[in-house]
């Protein structure tokens, strides 16, 4: 597969790398692409060594085998401890390289005392080759990097955190000119390049399904607890939690609800699953994230929700080999399932982004009661409502992933609801949008549909 985007991870690694006693840190969840985004500005002199869960005495003579690959006969001597092996390279080497350490975190668990060593050889400044450190333990590369208590905090020159690439490279990689077809696409793999890889083979979205998620010898079968598997201690707790949310518990009162505990039990493992990127804190619009009482709790990558949607309540026909359940769910609800993809990514499109000749923050969505024209109590969700720059705009929008025909009764329906919002008064112009799946009979100026959304992102 093509590799896409990075272009700015690439040339901070390079830039870096080029100057003397670089020190940088990658990390990411798994699957981001770390490793080959590291392995594309290596060169053959370079050393790259990825370890495993194996014990320090091990993992430092396959450490020396890597090494000998570069410096002759490195592996003909046993190191007792890093401090020895890490000073044999910094003797031995007759130019400038880098040493790339991958999954850096299963050289600590087992070598607690490797933080400190590197801390003491780099404080000397005297190390003849630059050092990369690579990692999917999100909480343990946080730990030894960034944590003012940790021994290599302040250290280095560079962190980079990977994140999921963007849609419209999801095009590029796969070759999808169709737009509906990349946001349907989008909506199960994510930014995940990895993924993106395993989709590739199969000739259709519904072929790479059946191969790769459902079933019991899929690659992404197990994915879930393979990923939480790298940042969490308890993988049933936190795996149930998801499940809560994932099929739709989004308040913290339903998910304690569920779970059985009180609200206050559940305040933690959720704040660590923010912080991890698996589920998102969402709140209305104009609310201070911080306090508001009002947030919800939804997954945040779409492969996640993708799999607690459609493989977890189907497990038991899955092992059974039963397709017939599984497509009956995704002939009802996958179309459901998308439209809230749609949703984020038109949220995700707004932000930053220039609508019109104008700058709009960050988008949300709102909901809440407000009442109508007849005094009576009304629940009203907008799907978009971002706010312009100098703060004189309200851009509002509805997302739809069905066949609309007639744009200009849906935009007057929004207008209605966002009339009876009193803050809208405070605005001195209102932007209706539309962000339709396909184009209206009427042909209104205020629609963006699936490619219009697309180039925003570019």
């Known amino acids: 597969m093509k590799f896409v985007d990075r272009t700015e991870e690439t ?104 933080p400190s060593v590197l801390q003491k050889l780099i404080d000397e400044k005297s190390l003849n080759y630059n050092l990369i450190f690579c990692g999917s333990s999100q909480t343990m590369m946080y730990g030894t990097f960034l944590d003012s208590n940790a021994p290599l905090y302040g ?60 079933s019991v010898n899929g690659t992404l079968y197990e994915e879930p607890s393979k990923l939480l598997m790298d940042d969490v201690k308890d993988i049933v707790k936190t795996s149930t939690l998801m499940s809560y949310v994932g099929s739709g518990a989004n308040r913290l009162s339903e998910i304690a609800s569920r779970a059985g505990e009180p609200a206050t039990n559940l305040s933690r493992p959720l704040k660590k699953l923010v912080e991890l990127g698996f589920i998102e804190r ?17 997954i945040a990558d779409p492969f996640m929700s993708f799999y607690y949607q459609f493989v977890v309540p189907n497990r038991s026909f899955i092992e059974l080999g039963r397709k017939k359940p599984i497509e009956q769910a995704l002939s009802s609800h996958f179309g459901e399932y998308v ?19 104008i700058i709009y923050g960050q988008a949300h969505r709102w909901w809440g009661s407000a009442l109508n024209k007849e005094g009576k109590p009304e629940q009203i969700e907008i799907d978009v409502m971002a706010e312009s720059l100098d703060k004189k705009t309200l851009l509002v929008g509805e997302c739809k992933w069905t066949t609309e ?15 009876l919002l009193p803050f809208s008064k405070d605005y001195k112009k209102i932007v209706p949008v539309l962000f339709l799946k396909t184009k209206p009979e009427d042909n209104a100026d205020n629609v963006i549909l699936p490619e219009n959304m697309l180039n925003m992102y570019r």
């Not at 994510?190 to 790479?208: C, K, M, V």
């Not at 969402?282 to 939804?298: A, H, N, Q």
């Open 339 to 357: 439209s809230m993809q749609w949703e984020k990514l038109c949220r995700v499109a707004i932000t930053g982004n220039e609508y019109n000749g």
């Open 155 to 214: 250290r280095t020159s560079a962190i980079i955190k990977l994140t999921p690439i963007r849609l419209p490279h999801l095009q590029e990689a796969l070759q999808i000119e169709d737009a509906v077809r990349a946001i349907e696409e989008y909506s199960v793999w994510g930014g995940i390049p990895r993924y993106w890889e395993l989709r590739e083979p199969e000739p259709t979205l519904e072929d790479s399904l059946w191969t790769n998620i459902f």
């Open 282 to 298: 969402e709140v209305p619009f104009g609310t201070d994230e911080k306090s508001s009482k009002k947030s919800l709790y939804k």
């Open 11 to 114: 040339h901070r690694l390079k830039t870096f790398l080029s100057r003397d006693k670089a020190v940088m840190v990658v990390y990411g969840r798994r699957r981001i692409g770390k490793s080959e985004l590291i392995k594309r500005v290596l060169t053959d002199k370079d050393i790259y060594f990825l370890a495993d869960r194996s014990e320090g005495r091990h993992q430092r003579e396959l450490l020396s085998k890597v090494v000998a690959q570069s410096i002759p006969d490195f592996d003909k001597v046993e190191y007792p401890d890093w401090e020895t092996l890490f000073r044999a390279i910094n003797y031995r080497v007759q130019q400038r390289i880098t040493v790339c350490l991958d999954e850096f975190p299963y050289m600590v668990e087992l070598s607690q005392e490797l």
């Open 405 to 419: 025909k007639n744009a200009a009764q849906l935009t007057s329906e929004l207008i209605r609801k966002v009339s």
